[in-house]
Nanobody
Framework: VQLQASGGGLVQAGDSLRLSCVASGRSISSWTLGWFRQAPGQEREFVSAIRWSGGNTYYADSVKGRAAISRDNAKNTMYLQMDSLKPEDTAVYYC?????????????????WGQGTQVTVSS
């Protein structure tokens, strides 16, 4: 499986972005999918995750209420809609996938990673 993240860019505070993550190589419809981000000099941190059915979603407190994760299993694609962006959201955003993740907030629990997409929010 390979993941390709896209949708990042340079935006102003208060703007919105929708990140996409497309999987290729096999179907990931039964996999847990997640978004993580990493700012310069900081560790990679959990942003959001979604179980295979799409019915269970999880968010970091820092983005709760401003982010919405979703997936389209028919398109092998995951999305992250982020609204009311803040300068502290600036980071490289990575998508990740795993067939049997238990601890969805731990980056070590994901076996497959995308290359990352840069999000920069100016004040």
């Amino acid at each position: 499986v390979q993941l390709q993240a896209s949708g990042g860019g340079l935006v102003q505070a208060g703007d919105s972005l929708r990140l996409s993550c497309v999987a290729s190589g096999r179907s990931i419809s039964s996999w847990t999918l997640g978004w993580f981000r990493q700012a310069p000099g900081q560790e990679r941190e959990f942003v959001s995750a979604i179980r295979w059915s799409g019915g269970n979603t999880y968010y970091a407190d820092s983005v709760k209420g401003r982010a919405a994760i979703s997936r389209d299993n028919a398109k092998n694609t995951m999305y992250l809609q982020m609204d009311s962006l803040k300068p502290e959201d600036t980071a490289v955003y990575y998508c990740a996938a795993d067939p049997s993740t238990v601890d969805i907030r731990d980056p070590r629990a994901y076996r497959v990673w995308g290359q990352g997409t840069q999000v920069t929010v100016s004040s």
